[in-house]
């Protein structure tokens, strides 16, 4: 039997250091929110390959669908010889997306080439060259990404120059006192002193910070960016590549701020682990790059739509968009009950089943507790629960559970969350509300 040890040694031979992996565990097999290692282990998913698994590990009606198309058309090129199941995907997700001008999309295949492409037809229909983006945003790891990327270690740090004319403003986020004020506030200081509104093409945020930490956009900023994005003909690029497809308990994250966006980026949990990537946008703006201008060799393949197509179907079957709000509300509500009993959780946020705590040390915000994060990732390997970290300083724990997660896992996995963290805490140090 191979062994995880063997595996991650080979692994340290022939694979750079630059990818990183949060569990030196290595994946066999998996089915809905439960994986199993080479030496048979079991795993609850609570990562679900960051947020890629919304309708489960190999669901079999995206299995059944991939099979199915397997059989019939591998690749094409969609600029070669198109398929109806490319253009089926792009009626659907139109009809899906919010607002009411009418839309078309593109497909990719990873988050960061839609990221990219977003930029780039923002850029054209606009014929304007700046970007505003938001720190302790994420956007991917390509050039343009990690120039959008409001983190300089690792993503930025010892690439070289970033794109030119990309501006970052402050997000906010209450917990560290940073609010809508401070960023609206930010923005009319740029128009001010740096850069001319008529020369930018575009405004790009999360609806909900995915790696930069589960912080919601609050309804207001949405609202105030998309007033003046009109004012002054700047595009709104919502990036919900870790925010959409239910996750937050609405379709796309922005919905439950009322805002239509202008263009938005989709990928992770659109094909249920087939890569897959889209631009949803305003139809006349998605027509303005010249023929030829768009595309890719594998974007949008006829196994990405099968399976994207099938995924559509279980979401509406088995009514994962109103499932992600009650997940959620059960993780929620056993992450407060764990915030009084450990000072160590500095807060509870996110919506529907987005969910994060942040870790700091005596619930202090300014003082963040990497090492117990890390030492929490470990420790919930140990037990059998596959968790995330992420944020600003790599102090929150991310719960992203398959939005398929039967009853029973989903409560097994909070009981090996709640046993890990009563293994890591400092007896004496976090422990008791009490201490905070
Ligand atoms: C909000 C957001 N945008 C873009 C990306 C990049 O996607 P990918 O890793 O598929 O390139 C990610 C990935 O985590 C993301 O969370």
């Known amino acids: 039997m191979t062994s995880n040890a063997e595996l991650h040694q080979r692994r340290q031979a022939a694979v750079p250091r630059g990818v990183t992996n949060s ?31 919304n309708t489960g590990h190999v669901h079999p009606k995206v299995k059944a ?20 199941s490319y253009i ?28 990219e492409n977003a930029v780039k037809i923002a850029r054209y229909r606009t014929q304007r060259s700046a970007v505003i983006a938001f720190s302790a945003g ?13 983190k300089v270690a690792p993503y930025k740090a010892g690439f070289g120059p970033m794109l030119p004319e990309v501006y970052h403003l402050p997000f906010p986020m209450p917990f560290h006192g940073i609010t809508t004020e401070h960023s609206l506030q930010a923005l009319a200081q740029l128009f001010k002193a740096t850069v001319d509104p008529a020369r930018v093409a575009a405004i790009i945020l999360e609806p909900v910070l995915g790696e930069g930490g589960f912080f919601a956009a609050p309804a207001d900023l949405l609202r105030k960016l998309r007033a003046l994005c009109d004012q002054h003909g700047i595009l709104l690029i919502a990036d ?55 595309g890719g060799t594998f974007a949008g393949s006829p196994l990405g739509c ?43 946020r996110g919506p529907g089943a987005m969910v994060a705590i942040e870790l700091v040390r005596n619930r202090r915000a300014d003082s963040p507790d990497t090492e117990l994060t890390r030492a929490l990732v470990q420790a919930a390997g140990r037990r059998g629960l596959i968790i995330l970290a992420c944020g600003m300083y790599g102090n929150v724990i991310r719960f992203l ?36």
């Open 88 to 115: 089926a995907l792009a009626e659907k997700l139109n009809a899906l997306a919010p607002g009411d001008t009418p839309k078309k999309t593109i497909f990719l295949t990873t988050g960061a080439e839609a990221v």
């Open 240 to 294: 919900e590549i870790q925010s959409g497809f239910g996750r937050t308990g609405r379709m796309f994250a922005i919905e439950h701020a009322g805002v239509e966006p202008d263009l938005i980026t989709i990928a992770k949990s659109v094909a249920g682990g087939v890569p897959l990537s889209a631009v949803i946008g305003k139809a006349e703006i998605m027509d303005a790059p010249a023929p030829g201008a768009l």
């Open 306 to 348: 099968a399976a994207g197509l099938a995924v559509l179907e279980v979401m509406k079957e088995e009514q994962l968009v109103e499932r992600a709000q009650r997940i959620g509300h059960f993780i929620t509500s056993r992450l407060k009950g764990l915030q009084a009993r450990f000072a160590c959780i500095g807060e509870v």
């Open 65 to 84: 669908a991939i099979a199915k198309q397997l059989e019939q058309l591998m690749h094409a090129c969609f600029q070669v010889t198109p398929y109806e």
């Open 138 to 150: 994420f956007h991917g790891r390509t050039l343009a990404c990690i120039s959008l990327t409001g």
């Open 23 to 53: 569990l030196a565990v290595y994946a066999e097999r998996a089915s809905n929110a439960e994986v199993w290692d080479v030496e048979g282990r079991r795993y609850i998913d609570f990562a679900s390959g960051i947020s890629v698994l």
């Open 401 to 436: 559970t398959p939005l398929t997660i039967p009853d029973a896992h989903l409560k097994e996995g909070c009981n090996l969350f709640e046993e890990s963290l009563d293994e890591v805490v400092r007896p004496g140090e976090n422990k008791s509300a009490a201490t905070g």
